[in-house]
Every structure is written in structure tokens, then in C-alpha cells.
């Protein structure tokens, strides 16, 4: 039996979301931003704990590019840079929450 081809068909949205978000640490950087107020580089890579400098460089980068984050570079020494949501990033609160929400409720044994 063949399948249709609506059903082979990828969904585009969700594939873009996967490449956006896919990475490792996204997810939780933009959680700590949203939730815990966290916003300079040495905080954020204090809280994520395991994460490289060069890591967490490359996954703040994407999610600027990708339009989820404000690099807000203050040109001072010694440097201070700060990152805040977008108005895109902003819009997807509701979906960390419900994210977090669900986690908490299904997966309580790997919290």
C-alpha cells in the first residue's frame, strides 16, 4: 500500500521551528532569559553549567539571527553585552511555558 503524498510531505513549519530551535541549548537559554531574568553571557553560561564559551557564543548568534534574541552591546570595558527577547522571542513565552508546564506533568522522573 502507497502512501499519499500529503502524507510524505514534511510539515515546513515544523521543520523550520526544528532547525531554529534544535540546538542543544536553545531551548534553555531562552527559558532563562524569558523567565529567570538572566541576561549577560557569564550568567547564562553559569546557569547552563556544562556549556563551552564557544557553545553558548554559537547558539546566542542563531537564535539572534534567527530573530529570537536582542544583542545589546554596551561598548565598555571590560565588556558588557547583554541579551534580551525580541518581539519574536517574546511571542513564544506562552509556548515555554506550556513547554515547561508539560514537562513538569509528564516528565517528572528525569526533573
Same mark, same amino acid.
Given at each position: *500500500?502507497?502512501?499519499?503524498?500529503?502524507?510524505?510531505?514534511?510539515?515546513? &513549519? *515544523?521543520? &523550520?521551528?526544528?532547525?531554529?530551535?534544535?540546538?542543544?541549548?536553545?531551548? %534553555?537559554?531562552? $527559558? $532563562?532569559?524569558?523567565?529567570?531574568?538572566?541576561?549577560?553571557?557569564?550568567?547564562?553560561?553559569?546557569?547552563?553549567? #556544562?556549556? &563551552? #564559551?564557544?557553545?553558548?557564543?554559537?547558539? =546566542?548568534? %542563531?537564535?539572534?539571527?534567527?530573530?529570537?534574541?536582542?544583542?545589546?552591546?554596551?561598548?565598555?570595558? +571590560? +565588556?558588557?553585552?547583554? $541579551?534580551?527577547?525580541?518581539? =519574536?522571542?517574546?511571542?513564544?513565552?506562552?509556548?515555554?511555558? $506550556? *513547554?515547561?508546564?508539560?514537562?513538569?506533568?509528564?516528565?517528572? #522522573?528525569?526533573?
Amino acid at each position: *500500500m502507497r502512501k499519499s503524498n500529503a502524507a510524505v510531505q514534511r510539515c515546513k &513549519t *515544523m521543520s &523550520t521551528l526544528q532547525k531554529i530551535l534544535g540546538g542543544k541549548w536553545k531551548l %534553555e537559554i531562552l $527559558y $532563562y532569559i524569558a523567565f529567570h531574568d538572566i541576561h549577560r553571557f557569564g550568567a547564562l553560561r553559569r546557569q547552563l553549567g #556544562e556549556i &563551552t #564559551e564557544s557553545s553558548l557564543t554559537k547558539q =546566542l548568534r %542563531e537564535l539572534e539571527a534567527d530573530g529570537f534574541l536582542i544583542r545589546h552591546d554596551y561598548k565598555e570595558i +571590560p +565588556p558588557r553585552v547583554e $541579551y534580551t527577547l525580541s518581539d =519574536l522571542g517574546g511571542s513564544f513565552i506562552d509556548v515555554l511555558s $506550556y *513547554m515547561k508546564k508539560w514537562g513538569d506533568r509528564h516528565l517528572p #522522573e528525569q526533573v
